[in-house]
């Protein structure tokens, strides 16, 4: 599994209900549509997700914003339910608590190491994907 290099339009479903929420980015930070989006503890600045201590994840990236200005913001999108690239032992595990491994895809808490929660396994799709139910930080 490999962070994001450009926009990922991604399978979504149940999106009626769905919530939207905007955050300002870390100067200079890249996130691509379609990547998982997280903000630091210390700052509450978003970056991509990653396994990362003393973040929370805060939903999907509605647009791409390159090289962001200080100041610059992005929207992010929760509550609904998205197709994730998922390791393969996650894949398998309806109910499940998934967390990211990076911004495009996400593994089992077993497997995580800093546990950036970021939904719940709803539908295995095969051994790589799922759909998972995405949640804002507050709400796991």
């Known amino acids: 599994m490999a962070a994001l290099t450009k926009m990922t339009a991604r399978q979504t479903r149940n999106d009626s209900l769905a919530s939207y929420a905007t955050y300002t980015c870390t100067t200079g ?4 549509e379609g ?13 991509p997700a990653a396994d990362t201590a003393g973040c929370a994840f805060v939903g999907i990236a509605t647009e791409t914003v390159i090289s962001a200005a200080a100041g610059a913001t992005i929207n992010v999108k929760f509550g609904h339910e998205e197709l994730l690239t998922a390791a393969a032992t996650l894949a398998a595990v309806t109910g499940a608590v998934c967390v990211a491994v990076d911004d495009d895809s996400v593994t089992t808490v077993a497997a995580g190491t800093n546990d950036v929660k970021v939904g719940m396994v709803v539908q295995p799709v095969g051994t790589t994907a799922a759909w998972v139910q995405i949640r804002s930080a507050a709400s796991l």
Not at 37 to 43: A, G, I, L, Y
């Open 29 to 32: 930070t890249t996130i691509y």
């Open 35 to 47: 990547s998982l989006v997280m903000v630091t503890s210390s700052t509450n600045l978003a970056i």
